[in-house]
């Protein structure tokens, strides 16, 4: 079970460095002072990267639960 709950922890970290990868994109896309449909262009390149990487987090929580209740 030890192997669910690192395993689970790495994958849930990686979904966190892609959360805040995908708020550096949108940060950096917003400091350019693109226009607004500029803007919201790069807005919607980042969401499909955000929902992702939050998807990546929660499977990886939820292995990190399976793995404490099983052990």
């Not at 226009?35 to 929902?51: C, F, G, I, Y």
């Amino acid at each position: 079970m030890e192997v669910l709950i690192w395993g689970g922890a790495a994958l849930s970290l990686l979904g966190l460095v892609g959360l805040f990868w995908s708020i550096a994109k949108v940060n950096r896309a917003r400091k350019a002072q693109l226009s607004d449909e500029e803007l919201r262009a790069a807005v919607q390149k980042a969401l499909p990267l955000n929902l992702g990487a939050l998807f990546l987090s929660v499977i990886g929580l939820m292995l990190v639960i399976l793995g404490v209740f099983l052990g």
